[in-house]
């Protein structure tokens, strides 16, 4: 298995433009979460989807912010439009019982 | 909902000494406990977890304690090693059910050699 698999590694666009990260979980997990990274305020849990469905996404900071999962084996997070303030670490964890397996991370700068 | 706290935000030790890293938690309810490392560029990865029935738990030189009482618990690495230098993130949450960490800030620790 190899685990999750998040895409882009890198991405770098302009304010304004739209931004999707893409995420395949591990097969056989059943929840799936979207965390965003900055040193200041850490590990943020953006939303989180149980069996396909998006159970909270208060974590959402802006309705500028959007994810879906339209199967067990994708999940997307959309940013439209991206501003600077929206820089970080964007990662996917799956779920299996207690542990979460995080993706490498998409590292996301919009200039 | 969860809150966590962790502290400090940063820790610098020598070689071979002891680092601590503390948690408190605000939702009683909450009964597992996991750390998470990450080490530069790379992603979060589980080391350790302990749950509300124990109070502490070993594995190497690593350990955890959990005081439920005062809702906080701690990491403890001794003999650190450079390659123990990383960012370390405490989770509570509540197992069984929807399994939905809230994790701490994070302390980047530095092991110097």
């Known amino acids: 298995d190899a685990g999750v698999i998040q895409s882009p590694r890198h991405e770098v666009t302009e304010m304004g433009q739209e931004v999707t990260l893409r995420c395949k979980p591990i097969?056989?997990?059943?929840?799936l979460f979207w965390y965003r990274q900055t040193m200041m305020r850490g590990l943020e849990l953006l939303i989180y989807?149980?069996?396909?469905?998006?159970?909270?996404d208060s974590g959402m900071p802006e309705d500028r912010f959007s994810a879906k999962m339209p199967n067990a084996s994708f999940s997307t997070l959309k940013i439209q439009p991206s501003e600077p303030r929206d820089s970080a670490v964007y990662f996917c964890?799956?779920?299996?019982?207690?542990?979460?397996?995080f993706g490498q991370g998409t590292r996301l700068t919009v200039v | 909902g969860e809150n966590v706290e962790q502290h400090p935000s940063t820790l610098s030790v020598q070689e071979g000494d002891s680092a601590v890293i503390k948690c408190t938690y605000s939702d009683s309810a909450s009964n597992y406990f996991p750390w998470y490392k990450q080490e530069l560029g790379k992603r979060p990865q589980l080391i350790i977890d302990i749950r509300s029935n124990v109070g502490e738990k070993k594995d190497q030189r690593i350990a955890v304690t959990l005081n439920k009482t005062a809702k906080h618990f701690s990491l403890h690495i001794t003999e650190t090693q450079p390659e123990d230098s990383a960012v370390y993130f405490c989770?509570?949450?509540?197992?069984?059910?929807?399994?939905?960490?809230?994790f701490g800030r994070g302390t980047s620790l530095i092991v110097h050699p």
């Open positions: 964890a799956s779920v299996i019982a207690t542990e979460a397996f």
């Open positions: 989770a509570a949450s509540k197992a069984g059910g929807s399994y939905i960490p809230t």
């Open positions: 097969s056989g997990h059943n929840s």
């Open positions: 989807f149980n069996n396909n469905v998006p159970i909270d």
